[in-house]
């Protein structure tokens, strides 16, 4: 069963799946891998140089010839040089997050890039299509990670209808279920983040996954809010503590000296009580370590069945 649509078209892979550029988590193993098993797999650039972020590039070229692509996190101290590795090694796709990618879209459209933001309402959404992008991810607020205030429910149709390049649904998406849902909505394709956390392929700790398939529905907690900063995690030591010092009017600064290093913590050394285990509210649905090939093919003959075989 293939699904046909303008993004699998566009990125030239057989399934409507992203794999979420993750931070720290999202490396050449299970870019690869997801790329491998028919979706689109994405390197992680996060807070990484551009150094490393090719070598990351280099390692998944080795492990697959389908394509993938990178996350380029547009605040990071190392962006420029992320921007330019990224053509300088031949990357077919970028998606950006925390911004406006204005500034380097002529650089990478001249490369030949697919470039595809990630938007957290319409406004943004339509700012990107007037700059050149070539679709937009929607993110609900369901997601891990750093989040905006819509919901996935609310968003991506609002999205669909203000543009008309394609839209990839992101944000509590986690089985077939979720992937026919968004394209009820008018999406072309979904990006997940949360259940690839856990795949086999995945080199995140046995700590963090653990957490994640033992979370229920309303374990993640947000932190950030007062300072416009929101990030879902799963709730422990560390989000009561920094929840308890946001509700007591600390600044950013202090707050975000809190945080530092934290989710490498938990994603290297497994410290899932100090650690920030990123994780979004569909982590109470994933329940198994698998594959990304078992979890790609079980996902799309679910939403095939949904969907009654209209995509094919
Ligand atoms: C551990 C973790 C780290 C993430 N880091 C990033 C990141 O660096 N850049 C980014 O654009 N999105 C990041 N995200 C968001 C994902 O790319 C994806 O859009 C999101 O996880 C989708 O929602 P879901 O978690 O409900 O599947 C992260 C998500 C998680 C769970």
């Known amino acids: 069963m293939k699904m046909k649509t303008r993004i699998t078209e566009m990125l030239g892979i057989e399934y409507p799946i992203i794999q979420g550029g993750m931070a720290w988590v999202a490396e050449h193993h299970l870019a690869a891998a997801v790329s491998e098993a028919g979706g689109l797999g994405l390197i992680g650039g996060a807070n990484a140089p551009g150094e ?19 996350n380029v996190m547009l605040m990071s101290p190392y962006a420029d040089d992320v921007a330019k590795v990224v053509v300088e090694e031949g990357v077919k796709v970028v998606t950006t997050g925390a911004g406006n990618p204005a500034k380097y879209m002529k650089m990478w459209k001249e490369a030949g890039i697919i470039v595809i933001p990630v938007v957290a309402s319409v406004a943004l959404a339509k700012l990107m ?15 891990g990670g750093h989040i905006g205030e819509a919901t996935t429910m609310t968003l991506v149709p609002q999205v669909v209808d203000a543009v008309s390049i394609p ?31 856990v795949a086999k392929e995945s080199i995140v700790h046995e700590n963090y996954k653990q957490r994640i398939i033992k979370a229920k529905d309303i374990d993640s907690a947000v932190t950030g809010r007062t300072h416009g900063h929101p990030v879902r995690c799963l709730r422990n030591q560390m989000t009561r503590e920094y929840n308890r010092l946001e509700a007591e009017g600390k600044s950013f600064e202090e707050l975000e000296y809190l945080t530092l290093g934290t989710l490498r913590k938990a994603v290297q050394e497994g410290d899932t009580t100090n650690g920030t285990v990123m994780a979004g509210q569909i982590a109470g649905l994933v329940t198994k370590e698998q594959t990304c090939k078992e979890m790609i093919d079980e996902m799309m003959e679910q939403a095939d069945k949904l969907l009654g075989g209209c995509q094919k």
């Open 52 to 70: 490393v972020v090719r070598e990351e590039i280099r390692k998944a070229k080795a492990l697959t010839k389908k394509p993938f692509g990178v």
């Open 129 to 143: 299509e007037r700059g050149g992008a070539d679709a937009v991810v929607a993110e609900g607020t369901e997601s």
């Open 167 to 197: 839209v990839i649904a992101a944000g509590g998406i986690g089985d077939g279920r979720g992937i026919a849902a968004a394209f009820m909505l008018g999406a072309e394709a979904v990006q997940m983040g949360t259940r690839f956390v």
